[in-house]
């Protein structure tokens, strides 16, 4: 329904075309790859592979697509790691359709557009976590244990130990559970 009804709302807009849709991440690559579109909007959160997911292959394939964010996740955690990912748009999914349609118009024209609360507040509390230490912390929050990660991330059951330990400090969490579930608040997972 929202995917619907935000593909309405952008083909109001007399200088904008919806040139397609998906449902999923997977769906939306495809997409990509054959329409080739200025500019993708998409979620964080979606089956197959993320918003961040995409922007990141969207970069590594060096197609000239431009990523916009619309999100719930009001959190600088995914802002940074989506900026990282090589997203030029970050908004949040209250704000009004044309705000959309100016970060659209702003990204289109090779610009930035961050909502700006959420921009204020990324420069406060930096993500302590490396690539490696959030990817394990990511798998044990899922319930995996050691020897599984361990196997998922080719790495041996020491590393793995000293990766989630290292999470934990970091983090002031007392366990790998507790890491994890204040690593996804933060939006750093």
């Not at 289109?108 to 959420?118: E, I, N, S, T």
């Not at 993500?127 to 990817?135: A, G, K, N, V």
């Not at 196997?151 to 059951?157: R, V």
Request: include cysteine.
């Amino acid at each position: 329904m929202v995917l619907g009804a935000l593909g309405t709302l952008l083909g109001l807009e007399p200088d904008l075309d919806v040139v397609g849709s998906a449902a999923d991440g997977e769906d939306a690559l495809r997409l990509i790859c054959s329409l080739r579109p200025d500019v993708l909007v998409t979620d964080i959160e979606m089956p197959g592979r993320t918003g961040l997911d995409l922007a990141a292959e969207i970069r590594r394939r060096g197609l000239p697509t431009r990523v916009v964010i619309l999100t719930t996740f009001a959190r600088t955690g995914y802002l940074r790691r989506a900026l990282d990912a090589g997203v030029s748009g970050y908004l949040l999914k209250d704000a009004p359709s044309a705000t959309l349609a100016d970060a659209i118009r702003t990204v289109h024209g090779g610009g930035r557009a961050v909502d700006p609360a959420l921009a204020a507040d990324a420069w406060g509390e930096p993500d302590p976590l490396t690539e490696r230490e959030r990817q394990v912390l990511h798998l044990a929050g899922d319930g995996l244990g050691n020897a599984d990660i361990s196997a998922s991330l080719h790495l041996s059951e020491g590393t793995v130990r000293n990766y989630l330990s290292e999470a934990m400090r970091k983090l002031g969490a007392p366990n790998r559970t507790a890491a994890a579930r204040l690593a996804r608040e933060r939006g750093w997972l």
